[in-house]
């Protein structure tokens, strides 16, 4: 892993384990879950050095900190022929396993809204909304095989991998959609000030 400045100067590299492939940072933390391992590496923003490792469930992915249950949550795929159908919730600061919140297959991206945190299910092309105790508010059925989601002003977006669509939703409905070509896997939300 690599940081750098916002002129793309390199800052800080450190190690780590097997894949790593989701991350966020809360405060001065970075949580990263390494996809082909066991682990989640807790690291020091500024200089990358790990901190803590908790262990996890192989194939995990998707991520979102929880400030107000000081949760972090973790989704993911499953491996084999044991797909995932749960999202663990973990203490913050000491990793400890809180518990599990059942989702249907595969809630492999969350993003944690101000009152909510959005689910996909890649295995149900679905969107879960959840509030913070993991009871879902709403569902709808969204692309194939959607990986991520992200808020942007008014919007919940979603990325239907395999359907190459993005999907604009607002207020539980579908209101646009977008074809990007192929993918998407990720999404990066960019607001001008």
């Known amino acids: 892993m690599t940081s750098f400045d916002q002129e ?35 690291l020091n923003m500024k200089d990358l050095t790990i901190e803590q490792e908790w262990p996890i469930q192989k194939s995990a992915h998707g991520i979102a900190v929880l400030e107000e249950t000081h949760e972090l949550w973790v989704g993911g795929h499953g491996e084999g022929s044991k797909p995932n159908s ?25 993003k944690k809204t101000k009152d909510a945190v959005l689910v996909v299910s890649h295995g149900h092309n679905e969107l879960y909304v959840a509030d913070f105790d993991g009871h879902i508010l709403w569902q709808q059925e969204v692309g194939a095989n959607p990986f991520v989601v992200d808020q ?6 979603v ?29 990066l939300v960019r607001e001008e000030q």
């Not at 396993?97 to 297959?105: A, K, T």
């Not at 942007?152 to 977006?157: A, E, G, L, N, S």
């Open 159 to 187: 990325a239907g991998y395999d359907d190459h669509t993005l999907y604009f939703i607002k207020d539980g409905q579908k209101e646009k959609t977008v074809d990007v070509g192929k993918g998407a896997f990720q999404l």
């Open 86 to 110: 749960s999202v663990k919730k973990y203490d913050l600061t000491t990793g400890q396993l809180h518990g599990e919140i059942d989702m249907p297959l595969m809630p492999v991206g969350l």
């Open 8 to 42: 793309g100067n390199q800052l800080a590299t450190q190690q780590l384990g097997n894949y790593p492939m989701s991350m966020t940072s809360y405060r001065d933390k970075l949580y990263v879950i390494n996809f082909k391992d066991t682990k989640l590496s807790v």
């Open 152 to 157: 942007f002003k008014d919007y919940i977006v």
